[in-house]
T-cell receptor, first 118, second 120 residues
Framework: GAVVSQHPSRVICKSGTSVKIECRSLDFQATTMFWYRQFPKQSLMLMATSNEGSKATYEQGVEKDKFLINHASLTLSTLTVTSAHPEDSSFYIC??????????????FGPGTRLLVL | AQTVTQSQPEMSVQEAETVTLSCTYDTSESDYYLFWYKQPPSRQMILVIRQEAYKQQNATENRFSVNFQKAAKSFSLKISDSQLGDAAMYFCAYRRNPRAGGTSYGKLTFGQGTILTVHP
């Protein structure tokens, strides 16, 4: 099946620094990717929709200047947490949509990135 | 806006028994998809089953089946012959049909999740 990877799988950083998380679709092209945030034992909350070649669409309440999203190619979207603070510590998950003629579209999830800000 | 509600924060079942997880949703759309996702301790999201709203027949995938009641906006998941590997957090999710157009293409709305424990 289709695979979506994320890198790094976990990262620890100091407060005030920036962290970049990569999301790659390994065997298909994805014009649309999504970024989610998940706190322990809670649901996934959509942060933004990443569109290849255009600006990301952010959900209400998500600071676009803090969570920078770049979707520069059909297989890569990046999420940069700028000036990270301890409250940004969370599990970040990306997903990508794959289009396939017979089965339509399917959304595949990455394995997630655990961010800890000290 | 669409909402998805899972009213059971936790459920438990004995191995080999059957368990049903509940999900209700609210939408003004008539064409949409519903999903059940499994998130094991690894936290990798795994698609369990998908239901298209315009299909009256309930979807099934091996031991997993759904009871889709469109008028009641209910979408429950039944797991038969439960196995230890079924232990996970289960999420019900809604997505409007992209053919309907608009800017919410592909966006999933998740329920709060249900933690399923399987006892040996």
């Amino acid at each position: 099946g289709a695979v979506v990877s994320q890198h790094p799988s976990r990262v620890i950083c100091k407060s005030g620094t920036s962290v970049k998380i990569e999301c790659r679709s390994l065997d298909f092209q994805a014009t649309t990717m999504f970024w989610y945030r998940q706190f322990p034992k809670q649901s996934l909350m959509l942060m933004a929709t990443s569109n290849e070649g255009s600006k990301a669409t952010y959900e209400q309440g998500v600071e676009k200047d803090k969570f920078l999203i770049n979707h520069a190619s059909l297989t890569l979207s990046t999420l940069t947490v700028t000036s990270a603070h301890p409250e940004d510590s969370s599990f970040y998950i990306c997903s990508a949509i794959r289009y396939k003629g017979g089965t339509g579209e399917t959304q595949y999830f990455g394995p997630g990135t655990r961010l800890l800000v000290l | 806006a669409q909402t998805v509600t899972q009213s059971q924060p936790e459920m438990s079942v004995q191995e080999a028994e059957t368990v049903t997880l509940s999900c209700t949703y609210d939408t003004s759309e008539s064409d949409y998809y519903l999903f059940w996702y499994k998130q094991p301790p690894s936290r990798q999201m795994i698609l369990v089953i998908r239901q298209e709203a315009y299909k009256q027949q309930n979807a099934t995938e091996n031991r997993f089946s759904v009871n889709f009641q469109k008028a009641a906006k209910s979408f429950s998941l039944k797991i038969s012959d439960s196995q230890l590997g079924d232990a996970a957090m289960y999420f019900c999710a809604y997505r409007r049909n992209p053919r309907a157009g608009g800017t919410s293409y592909g966006k999933l709305t998740f329920g709060q999740g249900t933690i399923l424990t399987v006892h040996p």
